[in-house]
C-alpha cells in the first residue's frame, strides 16, 4: 500500500472511518482514532516511529511500546531521534534499537509521530513527505498530521500507546509494561504533577502486575545521575534568585563546558526551583552554544506555564513547558519575568 505523501488523493489512505473522512488531507481528526490508527498499522508494512528532540521518559517508552506493538504485528518499524536517548532510559528493552539521525527517508507507509505539537520538534528533517500519525497529549497539540489523536486528559502519550496495544488485541508484555510504565511515572513527576489521577494508578498497577518493576525504574531514572550533572547543578543553584512566588536559575555555556555536562545532565534541574516552598512558578535557563537560551518552565498548578510558552513560540503542559528565546541570558530572563509577573498578580491568594 502507499500511505507515503500528504496530498495524495489514493483510495487507499482512507481510513476506518470511511472515504468521507479525510483521511488524505492534514487535519483529519477520526471519531474512532484507536481504530483509524490500527486501520492504518494493518495496512502497511514499514513505519517509521519518531518523537521529540531531546526525548523524555514518555518519547522514549512510548516509541519503545510503539515499536514492540508493530513487531508483534509482524511489521517492520525504525525507531529514530534526533538526539540521543539519555543514559537513564538506556537500560529500556529495546533502547539500543533507536537510531539517531538528522534526515530520515525510507518506504515507509506512515510515520507515527508520538508526543510532537509539530514536525519541527521532532528536528528531524524529511517527515513532510510522509503520511503522519499524530498521537500527543500536550496541551498545546495540534492537528498538523493526516491523522490526529491528540487526548489531553492522557498522563501519558504511553498511556495511549497502551490503549491501541489492547485494542489491536496485541499482548501486553513485560517488556511493553515496563516501557509504559516510564512514560507515566516520569510524565506525571513521579505521580505527582497535575495530570496524576486515580486512572493513573490504576493503570501503573495493571503495569507492575504485567511486569514492570517499579522498584527497578525508579532507581535507573532516579538514582543514576552522572557525576557532571551534580556538579552543573551546583552552578545552577549558585544562580538561584527568587522573587515573591516565582524563582528563575540559569547556567551559561562556559559552565556546560567547565562541567563536562551535556545536554541531557540539564534536566530535572528546573525542579528545584520550583520546590521552594512559597513559588508557584519557576524557570531554568540555559545558554546554548550559538547563544539562544532554552528555557524549561514549571508551575506547581495555580499558573499556566503551557499559555505562557505558547504566548513566546513555545509550547507544553499546563505545570512543564518550554521554550527558545534569543539571548542574551538577562534579555530572555527578562522577558519571562515579565510574562510571569504578570500571572502570579492574577493569583488571588498569597501562598505564603
Ligand atoms: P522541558 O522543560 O524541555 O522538559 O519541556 C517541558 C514540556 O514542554 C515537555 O512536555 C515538552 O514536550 C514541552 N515543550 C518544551 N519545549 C517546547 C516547545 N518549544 N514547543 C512545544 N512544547 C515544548
Ligand atoms: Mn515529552
Ligand atoms: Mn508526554
Known amino acids: 500500500m502507499s500511505l507515503s505523501g500528504r496530498t495524495s488523493t489514493d483510495p487507499d489512505r482512507q481510513g476506518a472511518s470511511g472515504p468521507d473522512a479525510g483521511a488524505s488531507s492534514p487535519g483529519w481528526v477520526p471519531d474512532r482514532p484507536m481504530d483509524a490508527i490500527l486501520d492504518v ?3 502497511g508494512e514499514r513505519f517509521l516511529v519518531c518523537s521529540h528532540s531531546r ?8 516509541m519503545l511500546a510503539m515499536g514492540m506493538l ?8 525504525d525507531l529514530v531521534t534526533a538526539d540521543r536517548i539519555p543514559g537513564i532510559y538506556r537500560t529500556l528493552p529495546g533502547a539500543d534499537q533507536i537510531r539517531t539521525a538528522m534526515r530520515v527517508h525510507g518506504p515507509y507507509d506512515a510515520v507515527i509521530l508520538l508526543e510532537c505539537d509539530g514536525l519541527e520538534r521532532t528536528r528531524l528533517l524529511g517527515l513532510e513527505a510522509f ?4 498521537i500527543d497529549h500536550h496541551l ?10 491528540i487526548d489531553r486528559e492522557a498522563a501519558s502519550v504511553g498511556e495511549l500507546v497502551h490503549r491501541l496495544i489492547k485494542a489491536a488485541g496485541a499482548k501486553v508484555t513485560a517488556e511493553i509494561a515496563a516501557c509504559i510504565y516510564v512514560t507515566i511515572l516520569t510524565d506525571t513527576g513521579g505521580f505527582m504533577y497535575g495530570g496524576t489521577r ?3 494508578f490504576a493503570l501503573a498497577e495493571e503495569l507492575t502486575r504485567g511486569g514492570a518493576d ?3 525504574i525508579a532507581q535507573e531514572v532516579y538514582f543514576s545521575t552522572a557525576t557532571a550533572k551534580l556538579l552543573l547543578l551546583g552552578a545552577a543553584l549558585g544562580n538561584l534568585k527568587r522573587e515573591g512566588r516565582l524563582a528563575w536559575l540559569w547556567i551559561a555555556h562556559s559552565d556546560m563546558v567547565r562541567t563536562c555536562a551535556t545536554e541531557e545532565d540539564c534536566e530535572g534541574i528546573v525542579n528545584y526551583a520550583v520546590s521552594i516552598a512559597g ?4 524557570v531554568f535557563l540555559r545558554e546554548l552554544p550559538e547563544g539562544t537560551i532554552r528555557l524549561s518552565i514549571r508551575s506547581k498548578g495555580r499558573v499556566d506555564v503551557a499559555e505562557i510558552a505558547a504566548k513566546l513560540g513555545g509550547g507544553g503542559h499546563e505545570n512543564a513547558a518550554g521554550v527558545t528565546l534569543e539571548g542574551p541570558l538577562p534579555r530572555a530572563i527578562e522577558q519571562i519575568l515579565v510574562e510571569l509577573r504578570a500571572a502570579v498578580a492574577l493569583l488571588q491568594v498569597p501562598s505564603e
Open 214 to 216: 517499579p522498584v527497578r
Open 140 to 149: 498545546t497539540g495540534r492537528n498538523f498530521g493526516c491523522l490526529n489523536w
Open 279 to 282: 513559588v508557584e512558578a519557576a
Open 131 to 134: 503520511y503522519v500519525v499524530n
Open 70 to 77: 508493530l513487531e508483534q504485528m509482524g511489521k517492520r518499524a
Open 41 to 43: 498499522l494493518r495496512r
Open 198 to 200: 486515580a486512572s493513573t
Open 55 to 62: 526525548p523524555d521518559g514518555d518519547a522514549v517508552g512510548s
